[in-house]
């Protein structure tokens, strides 16, 4: 009887291994290849147009620059100076902390959930994907302005069918790339030829993933670049007729990398110079706040899936302008949640109990939160029962010196931690994932170590090796699946509060990261079980073969 449990326990280690293999892959895939709500049926604009605010507006997109960097006299003196006559703030994203999920964010003004664009960078370059939603440039082009945009390739592919007039587009992130940028971007300023331009500058963050990271010298020496650059931006513009605005995509953590959800990677520094602005400090804003913005100053519609809102008190407007472009934006707004709401099978009631009117944003969340609730309740009763069984066939067996394996559990789960936070400095948030091969060796690595430790601490504690082949290989899955266990309850809360993939919404991207680590681990902890259990029948057999038998 005792043989056959090891069989079964042999072929679950097995399934288990191979179950959470394809669970992590199809994870991530439905990560990359997540697609909004309203993809195939994209709000159309409807807004009138204002009087434009500026002749032109430039905007200087500043890839990765922290907000710290940026408020550095030391390290950019110039962009420093420039706050004086600036409109400026603090301004906070949402995960993912991605490149292609802000640029996308920016320039429709809506966010990732809705937005359209792809939750990760794109892979290569034949997986960019063109903008669905309604952006600034396509607004700009049905107002008949003229637009160009100057920076890193994946701008030409998300903006085909958005009618930009000029580009250059590079496949460099260094500073030669930028210089190439500015060299295409400047003679387009000093014509004057073009409504709306866009200027990419990606050595910053350049700097941060190949140059020792956000606190290095390389990081501040391509800051100090960028801020020359802006120099010779602003020398080429008459900021009496003309608008620039400066701030970035998203930060990085410390020793580099972006994606998640750290705080420092979710706030960026905003700068709004020239015509039509009221420089001063201003409270914090939204990056979705950018393209309703720009749309004003250039006169044209808003883009139809912008959920931010007007910088009215930035800039130089009369209340009775602030007032009616206000209306024109509420319109806009209730038909993006119309369209929301039957998009994703929500039946929400937008009003409040006194009749008073909600907030956009509280509309949008109750909508979206409605349908969470119905999913995640069912959901719960599945994951408390998964988690329940086991522990409770646990508690049943009242196996002797059951502490022992939950010391070898928590010295699994402190070692890999150690290594894997505290030695190699890696965060629990997709800012950690350079590439899926890095993230897999070195889980495997870190796993391995920590479950070869724990099943050593339980085994010698034990005396199991001495106590027959089949008592030892028990002992080793029996640390094994409570290893397991404790594994597997990052994935059943994700599961709860995300759904076993990404579906019609983003997930929480800290519960995600957590549930595909945890998956990961699974996998390898399964596989070297499997070594380990073999090993420990292997190691008492050639005791009791020697007469070590300690009966």
């Known amino acids: ?22 669970w992590a892959t199809t994870l991530m895939d439905s990560l990359f290849e997540y697609r909004s709500p309203l993809a195939t049926d994209a709000p159309v604009a409807q807004m009138e147009t204002s009087q434009p605010l500026t002749r032109r507006v430039v905007i200087v997109l500043v890839d990765a ?69 309604d952006d600034i ?89 960028v801020d020359d650059m802006l120099r010779e931006i602003v020398t080429t513009m008459d900021l009496e007729q003309d608008t620039l605005l400066i701030f970035s995509d998203h930060g990085q953590i410390d020793q580099g990398g972006h994606g998640g959800q750290e705080a420092v990677t979710l706030v960026e520094p905003f700068l709004m110079l020239g015509a039509g602005t009221t420089p001063g400090y201003y409270s914090d804003i939204q990056m979705v ?75 949008m969340d109750a909508i979206r939160a409605q349908r969470l609730d119905q999913e995640r309740t069912p959901r719960m009763v599945i994951a408390i029962l998964l988690a329940a069984i086991p522990l409770t066939i ?31 400095h890696k965060t629990y948030s997709l800012s950690s994932l350079v590439s899926a091969g890095d993230l897999i060796l070195s889980t495997a690595l870190y ?16 005396k199991d090796l001495s106590k027959g082949s089949a008592h030892a290989a028990g002992t080793s899955l029996n640390l094994i699946f409570i290893v397991l266990y404790v594994l597997a309850l990052p994935v059943l809360w ?17 519960s995600m990261y957590l549930s595909f680590l945890s998956l990961i681990q699974i996998i390898f902890v399964a596989l070297f079980g499997l070594l380990l259990t073999g090993g420990s029948a292997l190691i008492a057999h050639r005791k009791r073969n020697n007469g070590g038998i300690d009966s």
């Open 65 to 133: 620059l922290r907000e710290d960097t940026a408020m550095d006299v030391q390290v950019m003196p110039f962009l420093n100076e420039l706050r004086s006559q600036a409109a400026w703030a603090t301004m906070h994203s949402q995960t993912p902390s991605y490149s292609a999920p802000s640029w996308t964010t920016i320039l429709t003004g809506a966010w990732p959930d809705i937005n359209d664009g792809q939750s990760a960078n794109p892979p290569d370059e034949d997986s960019v994907r063109t903008f669905t939603q």
């Open 394 to 424: 646990m508690i049943k067996k009242k196996e002797q010196n059951w502490k022992w394996f939950v010391g070898g559990t928590i010295c699994y789960l402190v070692i890999f931690n150690l290594m894997y936070a505290v030695i190699m």
């Open 494 to 510: 994700s599961f709860y509060r995300n759904g076993a993939l990404i579906s019609w919404t983003l997930p929480e991207f800290g």
């Open 289 to 363: 706040d950018i393209a309703p913005t720009v749309a004003t100053l250039l006169g044209t519609q808003i883009p139809a899936s912008s959920q931010g809102r007007i910088l009215t008190e930035m800039l130089t407007i009369s209340e009775e302008q602030a007032a009616v472009l206000q209306d024109g934006l509420d319109a806009q707004q209730a038909q993006l949640l119309q369209e929301y709401q039957v998009a994703i099978g929500a039946d929400v009631q937008l009003q409040s109990e006194d009749g008073a009117s909600q907030p956009f944003n509280v509309k």
């Open 137 to 225: 440039f396509a607004a700009a082009e049905r107002a008949g302005l003229h637009t160009a945009v100057s920076g890193f390739f994946w701008f030409e592919d998300m903006l085909a069918n958005s009618g930009v007039d000029a580009g250059f587009y590079t496949p460099g992130e260094d500073d030669s790339a930028d210089r190439d940028v500015m060299k295409a971007a400047v003679p387009w300023l000093e014509e004057g030829t073009y409504d709306l331009m866009l200027i990419h500058l990606d050595q910053v963050d350049y700097a941060g993933h190949h140059e020792g990271g956000a606190k290095g010298a390389g990081w501040q020496a391509a800051a100090g670049r």
């Open 447 to 462: 796993s391995g170590i920590a479950l070869l430790t724990a099943w050593l601490l339980v085994m010698l504690a034990r």
């Open 1 to 22: 009887m005792k043989k056959n449990w090891l069989v079964i326990g042999i072929v679950t280690l097995i399934v288990v291994a191979v179950g959470a293999y394809f």
